[in-house]
Structure formats: structure tokens, C-alpha cells
């Protein structure tokens, strides 16, 4: 069979027999007791592997160890500054099981839960799998958030313990903790510890301070057995981005949150126990919690989690990690290709790749144009760049390539094709099922394992936020414009709430994004609509031009000429703005809503998932000189 035969044959294997394809899965995996019922679902909520009884850290750490691989590196850690540290699944046991005695010795227990704001380090990893290895509930929240973020997380998860760091690398700067710490757990009266790993002589305090090594202590002799826990009952809670309100806290368990993320690890990824595997997440986001903690660690893998900016100190750090530990597989962002991008393909060109067989890229669309940079000029055509599609809310991947089954031909810009036991349609606002070709939004029609059954403390909202937003069905809504073609290929144009209608024509902000980035002066683009008295919207452009290129009157008319010869007339742009950065999530998304804000003259509402305030700024001050521009007559 050719590879759209194989892939057409997995996914109608999962569609014709959904329980039987999901028992199967989870058949991969050990059990302390196997399951009463695959699935029991009460629309809008539901059970996998109901009776079952599991733990995912025991099942990524000591199961290896008893199946006799303890001497197999399971970690490695590295950041900016150069420290690497080297954990064997043995070695990394010995370390779950101190922290698991030390949160006990806490009086932390099954069911608490504990706050991790510490960067992608060892500690922080081990943290994680110590206390779901003893049923502790953790939320990460990625250490750059500010203390209100912070704040709000720990009082909607009602967390008992605080577990930070007293700095973090960035760009080699040390950046602070502790001060947004104090803030944020000033009000947050279920928090009765804050446990500090020092990594300098800093001699700020907050309040109920424990240090990283008297935890440890404390710890000693106290009990470090796992536990066996029934499959619903959560892993681990965190909070989607919370750009537009406040956040929500996505639930992930220990049965099929770990069934998805292996499965799709294999299936998705290519995931074998031999690979090097660099995820360049980082672990506040859920992609950090798959792929580079639980996921790679339970196929038995190498699995390597770095800390620090990818251009620092220089742009070869990326290409130098790959050639240092002869990685195998890596998944990074879009945001980071183009970060790439804006250096050329010397500095991938200095460096020994020979040992790379595949890359896979998540967060937002891979556009076609820096696709091609890092398939064909960085990385010499020689392995795949595969592009996929998931959020915060699902755990893993639901569209892609799936590279351990078959790789099929990649469309550029493409997320690939729904995988198997996702079900997945493109509705009208109305709930119509549309054609092939026609831009809707992309809803998915039954659960799949990795898929959150609820939120933390929010029954009421999970079912209207998410199965209850398309009239007269029961879908799970994505809230994501997708159009998907006649070989099944899925098209993601935006968020569906940033479609920009231009003369009753709607056009995808992904779509003139990659427009732009067809000019070889572009690094990176953001747009979004603007309010036209004749056309209803024309678009509003912020574009960042790469290293060695500067703003001009010639240049801004070359960018209109390239989105207008790629997407013709209907693409009107309002005004186009030069600015040196976009505002951005710190997972790397682009705030369009921001972008609108400032063109709109409003306030942008809650910034506290931004990367750098300093973007919203600088977008401003493009728009007024654009204004006033437009207003000299320039």
C-alpha cells in the first residue's frame, strides 16, 4: 500500500470501531488494573478507561526501570549559559521518589495541588513526575508570566504549595522571580509554602519560605512509594493562554491524557526508545508537558529540555544542541523557524545535522514560505519539516502527518489531515457541514482520549465554551477558521474570530501573513482588520523586516505588490507598519486582538501573557507616524 492507502486504512480502523481502536491503544501501556468500560459518554463530559487504575509517572520512570533499562539516559538538561546536567531512568527514579517523600513530609497528598513556576530545568522535570507519581495535582505556570497571571492561576487551582526559583535565563540576563512571587501570593490564602531553588546569592524573601535542599531533608525516610490511580483522575491542570478572558484550566488525567500522548507519539512523532528526542518547548505550556516530559518518557527515549533563547549567545545555538547530542527528532514553533529565519541558513550550514531524520513544528500555522526556508535552505531538503495542529485543550496532536504510520506528500501551510479518532468536520456559524474548499470552523464530532473532559472548578463553562457553541449540534468547537480540500488536507486561516471581511470576501489573517512573508525582506508579519467605511474592513499590517533591511517608501510599496499579486484585489491594505517586534503570547502566538487594540485607538485588555510590553508600545508608535503620515499627504 502506498501511504495515503496506510493512513486511509488507521483512520478508518478508529472510525468504524472507536472503542475497540482506543482499547487497543491503551493496550500498549501497563495497567495495575485494567479498565471496566472504554468510554462512557454524558454529552458534554465523559470517561475514558473508566476502573482502571494507572500512574503516569510510574509508567514513564519506573516502569523502565523494572523492565531493566535504569542505564538508559532518560534526560538531559542545557541552557544558555552552557551548565548540562545527565539523568538515567535509574537516577531519575532515585530523584521522583525524594521529591515524592519530601511533599509528603510536607503534608502535600494525593489530590493537592502544588504550583511549579520554575523554568525547563531538571529540578522542575523531576518536581513534576515526583508529585504525579504520588497523585499531587500539579499546575505549571510557565516562569515569565506576571504575578497577576500567576496569582489567578494559583487561587483557581487552590494550590497548597509554591515551587519557584529565585531566577530565570533569558538572553544571558537573569531575570527575577521572587518579587512576582511575593505579589502573586499575596492573595492567595491557600498557599502555606513557597519552596525556593536558589541559583544565585540573591537575599530577597517571601513569605512561608522553605529552600529547595531543606525539602529534600525533610523528606528523608519518609514514604517515596507511587500510587495506582483510577484513570479520570487528573495528572495535572493548566491554564490556555488567557489573551481573551480569564483563563481556563484544562484537566488532564492519567488514563487517557496518557494513552493520546503515547499513542500519538508513535503514530504522530515516530517516537522509538533509541531516539534523541528535542522538544524546544518549554514546560509552562502543554506541548512541554507532552513531548518533553511525559510522552517521550514513557516511549523510553532520550529526551532533551532546554532553558534560555535559541539565537543566545549567538545563531548557532539551535543547530549547535542538534550536533552535540546527535538529536534524532526535534519539535519546535513557527515562531522559532522564523526566529531562524532572520539569520540566514550560514549558521545551520556550520554544523554536523547528519544525525537529524525528522522535525515537526505546532503553536501556529508553519506559512509556506518559511517552510520552505527551513525544509529546503537550512536544512538541505535532506529530512522532513512537518507541520501540526493542537491545543492546550487536547492534549496532542488531532491534524498532521503522521509520520509513524506513513509520511504523506506535505502541502505547504497545510496542518496535514485529521488523524485517526478525530473526527473532525468544517460547520457554518449555522452548523452546516461545508464542502470541500469552503472556510468554516473546524469542530470535532465525538471525544478522543487526550481531549480534556472538563475544566478545574468550571463544569457550566467547559460545556458552553466548548460543546455548546454550534446551534443544534453537540460538537467540540475549536474556535479555529479551517478550510479542508478535496485529499483531505486541513487549512487553518486564523482564529475564526479574526477573519477579515473585505467587501463581503473573508480572507484568513494566516493567509496575508504568508502572503507577506513570500518578500524575501520579511521575517515576520502580523495583521488584522480595520474598520472601512466603503469595503466593511481593509487589512492593518505590522511587519518585521529581517537583519540587513531597512524600512522605505519603495519597500512598503514592494510588500502591497507581493500580498496583492498572491491573494489579488480583494486584499486591500489599509496602511502598513514597520515595527522591530510583534506582540506575542510567551508560547509565541501572535495577539492579533493587541494589533487591534492599537489600531483601534482601545485598550488592549489583559497583556499578562505577553512576551514583551515594550511590542504593544512600538505598535502605537508605527500607527501614529502612520496617521500623521497619511495625514501630511506623505
Not at 512576582?180 to 541559583?199: G, K
Not at 499579486?565 to 502566538?589: C, Q, Y
Request: proline share 5%.
Amino acid at each position: 500500500m502506498d501511504a495515503h492507502e496506510l493512513v486511509r486504512a488507521w483512520r478508518r480502523e478508529a472510525s468504524e470501531d472507536p472503542e475497540g481502536f482506543w482499547s487497543r491503544a491503551a493496550a500498549q501501556l501497563p495497567w495495575f488494573r485494567k479498565w471496566d468500560r472504554v468510554l462512557d459518554w454524558q454529552a458534554p463530559t465523559f470517561r475514558w478507561y473508566a476502573g482502571g487504575m494507572s500512574n503516569l509517572a510510574y509508567n514513564a520512570v519506573d516502569h523502565h526501570v523494572a523492565a531493566g533499562r535504569g542505564s538508559h539516559v532518560a534526560l538531559i538538561t542545557e541552557n544558555e549559559r552552557g551548565e548540562r546536567k545527565s539523568l538515567t531512568y535509574a537516577e531519575l527514579l532515585q530523584e521522583t521518589k525524594r521529591v515524592g517523600a519530601a511533599l509528603r513530609a510536607m503534608g502535600i497528598k494525593k489530590g493537592d495541588r502544588i504550583a511549579i513556576y520554575m523554568p525547563t530545568s531538571a529540578e522542575a522535570i523531576i518536581l513534576m513526575l515526583g508529585a504525579v507519581r504520588i497523585g499531587v495535582v500539579i499546575l505549571v505556570v510557565f516562569a515569565g508570566f506576571g504575578a497577576g497571571a500567576l496569582g489567578e492561576r494559583i487561587r483557581l487551582a487552590g494550590a497548597r504549595a509554591v515551587f519557584a526559583t529565585d531566577v530565570t535565563y533569558r538572553k544571558g540576563k537573569d531575570v527575577p522571580l521572587l518579587g512576582i512571587v511575593a505579589q502573586a501570593i499575596a492573595d492567595t490564602p491557600t498557599v502555606e509554602r513557597v519552596v525556593v531553588l536558589r541559583r544565585t546569592a540573591s537575599t530577597d524573601r517571601v513569605r512561608d519560605e522553605v529552600s529547595w535542599a531543606d525539602f529534600l531533608a525533610a523528606g528523608k525516610g519518609a514514604d517515596d512509594s507511587h500510587v495506582a490511580l483510577e484513570a479520570n483522575e487528573p495528572a495535572y491542570i493548566l491554564a490556555t493562554s488567557g489573551t481573551t478572558a480569564k483563563p481556563k484550566l484544562a484537566v488532564h488525567t492519567h488514563g487517557g491524557y496518557q494513552v493520546y500522548v503515547y499513542s500519538m507519539a508513535k503514530w504522530m512523532f515516530g517516537l522509538r526508545p533509541e531516539d534523541l528526542w528535542w522538544s524546544t518547548s518549554d514546560i509552562g505550556w502543554v506541548v512541554g508537558h507532552s513531548y518533553i516530559v511525559f510522552a517521550p518518557l514513557l516511549v523510553g527515549c532520550t529526551t532533551i529540555a532546554y532553558e534560555g533563547a535559541l539565537d543566545h549567545p549567538d545563531a548557532e545555538t539551535f543547530y549547535r544542541i542538534v550536533e552535540r547530542h546527535k538529536v534524532t527528532g526535534i519539535f519546535t514553533s513557527p515562531t522559532a523557524v522564523r526566529l531562524l529565519m532572520r539569520y540566514g541558513s550560514a549558521p545551520a550550514k556550520a554544523h554536523d545535522l547528519g544525525s537529524l531524520e525528522r522535525v515537526f513544528c505546532a503553536g501556529e500555522v508553519l506559512n509556506a514560505p518559511a517552510w520552505e526556508w527551513f525544509q529546503k535552505e537550512a536544512l538541505g531538503d535532506l529530512v522532513p519539516v512537518i507541520d501540526h495542529y493542537w491545543q492546550t485543550e487536547t492534549g496532542g496532536p488531532v491534524v498532521g502527518n503522521p509520520y509513524g504510520i506513513a509520511l504523506l506528500p506535505i502541502k505547504p501551510g497545510s496542518g496535514g489531515v485529521p488523524l485517526a479518532g478525530v473526527e473532525a468536520a468544517v460547520v457554518d456559524q449555522e452548523g452546516r457541514e461545508l464542502p470541500a474548499g469552503e472556510k468554516g470552523i473546524f469542530v470535532i464530532k465525538r471525544p478522543f482520549p487526550g481531549l480534556t473532559a472538563r475544566l478545574w472548578a468550571e463544569p457550566e463553562r467547559y460545556a458552553k465554551d466548548y460543546w455548546e457553541k454550534v446551534p443544534g449540534k453537540t460538537v467540540y468547537f475549536t474556535g479555529d477558521a479551517t478550510s479542508i480540500d478535496e485529499d483531505g488536507y486541513v487549512w487553518f486561516s486564523g482564529r475564526a474570530d479574526e477573519i477579515i471581511k473585505i467587501a463581503d470576501h473573508r480572507i484568513g489573517t494566516i493567509e496575508v501573513e504568508t502572503a507577506f512573508l513570500r518578500n524575501p525582506a520579511v521575517a515576520e508579519a502580523g495583521v488584522t482588520g480595520r474598520p472601512d467605511a466603503l469595503r466593511g474592513q481593509v487589512i492593518s499590517a505590522f511587519i518585521v523586516l529581517k537583519q540587513g533591511r531597512e524600512p522605505s517608501e519603495q519597500l512598503r510599496k514592494e510588500l502591497v505588490a507581493t500580498v496583492r499579486n498572491e491573494l489579488g484585489p480583494l486584499a486591500v491594505i489599509g496602511e502598513l507598519n514597520f515595527v522591530d517586534m510583534l506582540p506575542k503570547t510567551r508560547s509565541g502566538k501572535i495577539m492579533r486582538r493587541v494589533l487591534k487594540a492599537v489600531i483601534l485607538e482601545k485598550d488592549p485588555g489583559d497583556i499578562s501573557t505577553i512576551e514583551d510590553e515594550g511590542s504593544v508600545e512600538e505598535a502605537r508608535e508605527a500607527w501614529q507616524q502612520m496617521k500623521t503620515s497619511v495625514a501630511a499627504g506623505d
